[in-house]
């Protein structure tokens, strides 16, 4: 993973705005309709080249393919692992039950549009296992011919593959005996995803939302301790997982749930860091534009609470469509940058995904790109006042 020697490097969470027709072809596909094969397949790929040229055309160093493949950032995994099946019922996040409001905003929001539900995935109900590489393969294999014919320059690339966790959260366990064995058997089936990430030579992008967003979800009625033990039994399984994959190509992303809503029940970032640090990650991308956590920066002061680490913090919001100025980019890179005490080792991004589920967008597409080039040009600002170049 390269550290911003020069210049402060840029990159984005993941996720980008899908074409309307391939947000069509993944939401049949996650309810149950037949797709044919060819017409998906060439599909992503036309989405997948479009994404990439975009993201080098706005000025972005580390690009990946805008997980047009896949029809969100965690359910995909239902086309490549046995034991899923059903329709399950995720949990409402606590902070929008306690202002309903916020929910039926939420609601307007996502319209009746086609989209993938998340609160809605597939629920475990026989033995999780990983079955079916062929999609992973052809993932990787498309995604190095498209930077190979790519116009433009970036400095690296990444894939994502979900934490346990996430899945154990939001695809519900109707077969193991408790969480923990649910999650080890999915560390286990990720082990294929991960290697081969990092086997095609791509930074492997671990998302996480679990170890600070299921706080206020799953465990929202339960002590803080209790969620802690199960961020533990999570950050395990994925170390036991990452055995073998060099650490300095692991970038971690923990975030609180990327929605628009009051978010006063998120847990503190301090209380969750002496276990989320534990992930073996040389990087980790945290949540730092919205107005919940811009504050938290403030915590890597003490250099020991980053350690060797590189720290992504996100200096683009992900669900309002203001596009921040690059001034304000710069501001936020510059004061991060300065609170930890070497730029080499800040790398800028975004909040989170812009489209984590197919057809689920709150910033409309001609701001999601704009915002991006906004982040490149204050990367570039904060760079020429960080390095005096």
């Known amino acids: 993973m390269q550290e911003s020697r020069e210049r402060i490097l840029t990159t984005h969470a993941g996720s980008l705005p899908r074409p309307q027709s391939l947000i069509a072809l993944h939401t049949a596909r996650f309810s149950g309709q037949g797709v044919a094969d060819d017409v998906f397949d060439q599909a992503v790929r036309a989405a997948s080249r479009a994404s990439l040229s975009r993201q080098i055309a706005v000025g972005l160093d580390v690009v990946n393919n805008g997980e047009m493949g896949r029809e969100s950032f965690f359910t995909y995994v239902q086309h490549r692992m046995s034991g899923f099946g059903g329709v399950g019922s995720r949990p409402i996040m606590a902070d929008l039950i306690r202002y ?15 989209r993938v539900d998340l609160l809605r995935a597939p629920k475990a109900i026989g033995p999780v296992r990983y079955v079916n590489s062929a999609p992973l393969e052809q993932e990787c294999h498309q995604l190095q011919e498209l930077l190979a014919e790519a116009d433009g320059t970036y400095a690296e690339a990444f894939m994502s593959a979900p934490s346990p966790g996430i899945i154990a959260a939001g695809m519900q366990n109707a077969h193991y005996d408790n969480l923990e064995l649910y999650v080890n058997a999915l560390a286990e089936a990720l082990r294929t995803e991960y290697t ?14 679990d170890l600070a967003l299921e706080r206020h979800t799953l465990f929202q009625d339960k002590p803080l301790a209790e969620f802690l033990a199960f961020v533990r039994v999570v950050v395990t399984a994925v170390n036991k997982a990452l055995t073998g994959i060099p650490r300095e190509q692991v970038r971690l ?9 009051p978010h006063d029940c998120d847990v503190p970032l301090e209380e969750i860091w002496p276990e989320v640090s534990q992930l073996n990650a040389g990087a980790v991308m945290l949540s730092m534009a919205n107005p919940r956590h811009a504050h938290e920066y403030r915590l890597f002061a003490d250099p020991a609470f980053l350690g060797d680490r590189l720290l992504i913090p996100g200096v683009i919001e992900t669900t309002t469509n203001y596009i921040e100025h690059p001034e304000v980019v710069a501001d936020r890179i510059e ?3 300065q609170t930890v005490g070497d730029p080499r080792r800040i790398i800028a991004g975004t909040d989170c995904g812009f489209e984590t589920a197919a057809g689920s967008k709150m910033v409309i597409e001609e701001v999601v790109w ?20």
């Open 335 to 337: 004061r991060i940058a």
């Open 253 to 261: 992303h923990v975030c609180w749930g990327n929605y628009e809503g």
């Open 196 to 209: 081969a990430i990092a086997n095609a030579g791509f930074v492997l992008q671990i998302d996480a939302p």
């Open 100 to 114: 309903p409001g916020s929910l039926e905003r939420r609601r307007q929001a996502m319209g009746t549009d086609e």
């Open 370 to 389: 704009a915002k991006l080039r906004s982040l490149a040009e204050g990367a570039a600002i904060a760079s020429h006042r960080l390095w005096g170049k």
